[in-house]
């Protein structure tokens, strides 16, 4: 996506991105209201189980038709690359609808070509825009890639994920059977419901706040939620940890969750970009595998103040070494 928008829209692209995964992610937590309770004795026999899977099947076809007949072409820069003038013409073309000709569009590109060799089958330039792994370490990309990578750990160190894998135990507290189970689903549905919430709220205003802003604003804002979700945990008030998880997803998904995407993409190339997803992802699982150990061996509020103090960590790496890079050209 990044490779696609021009600049001046590219964070709010970015975020649109955020905004349709968290919508999905409300779809498919409203789909579980439809899943029979575990205690119907016929729940694993029932028909909607074949419905519930046909339906992500149908919407990967619908991807895939949609790949092949409509999507056919790649980005600018992947042109710009193979020094394929035609076909950047036609995807540029596409992309800024508009009468003027070939020459001033390939002038209004994010990405443009017209500072290249001629094609004449020399590879003297080909894929000059192609940074190695190598590359990335050199003095001119490495600061690029330690922010990149650090925001990618701190993404997850705000504990969103184990927030979320923590949920469900707050939601059914102290209830049994169909009453768990029905508190269960209306929980995880309002975590979409906040996800969403978050997300169409940075949708709105990210084109008339800095990313660096944004990012700021929203860890310290996360730093005292977590705090009260701590002191909350501390004197056992179930309400006040179910207002402060859904809050704190708002929040979270307001700023630093579609940010760091955002801004990854503005100071790194592909490769990077990969290295910070390799990173997040990494954390994710680890979240995801231990977070329910950590909230047995540092009890929750332990946990909760913990990812607290990560915060204040955070918000002094996001002011020392971030640069805003809202309105600046990819290589300002």
């Known amino acids: 996506m990044s490779e696609v928008a021009p600049v001046e829209i590219s964070g709010t692209l970015g975020t649109l991105n955020q905004f349709n995964a968290v919508a999905g992610i409300l779809v498919a937590n409203s789909l579980s209201f439809l899943v029979p309770y575990p205690q119907n004795f016929e729940a694993g026999t029932l028909t909607i189980w074949r419905l519930l899977f046909a339906f992500p099947a149908l919407i990967a076809l619908l991807q895939l038709l949609l790949l092949i007949f409509v999507f056919k072409l790649d980005t600018p820069k992947y042109y710009k690359n193979i020094d394929d003038l035609t076909s950047h013409r036609e995807i540029m073309s596409k992309i800024y609808t508009t009468n003027r000709s070939d020459a001033s569009l390939i002038g209004t590109a994010p990405v443009d070509i017209t500072d290249k060799a001629p094609l004449n089958g020399s590879n003297q330039h080909k894929n000059e825009n192609e940074k190695s792994l190598s590359d990335l370490f050199s003095p ?193």
């Open 140 to 332: 001119r990309f490495r600061m690029a890639l330690f922010v990149g990578v650090c925001l990618s750990a701190f993404h997850q160190l705000t504990g969103a994920n184990g927030i979320i894998f923590h949920s469900n135990d707050l939601f059914t507290e102290g209830k049994t059977g169909i009453s768990a189970s029905k508190a269960a689903k209306i929980g995880t549905f309002f975590i979409g419901v906040s996800s969403f919430t978050g997300t169409f709220i940075c949708l709105m205003v990210i084109k008339y706040i800095g990313r660096k802003t944004l990012m700021l604003v929203g860890v310290f804002l996360m730093m005292f939620n977590l705090s009260y979700l701590g002191f909350s945990s501390m004197y056992g008030w179930t309400i006040q940890q179910i207002i402060g998880a859904n809050t704190f997803l708002i929040l979270y998904n307001a700023t630093l969750a579609p940010g760091l995407w955002i801004y990854a993409a503005e100071i790194l190339p592909p490769k990077g970009m990969s290295i910070c997803a390799f990173v997040n992802m990494g954390m994710t699982a680890i979240f995801g595998t231990f977070s329910n150990i950590f909230f047995k061996v540092m009890t929750a509020q332990g946990f909760f103040f913990t990812l607290s103090a990560i915060q204040v960590v955070c918000l002094a790496f996001i002011a020392f070494f971030v640069k805003e890079t809202m309105g600046k050209s990819k290589e300002e």
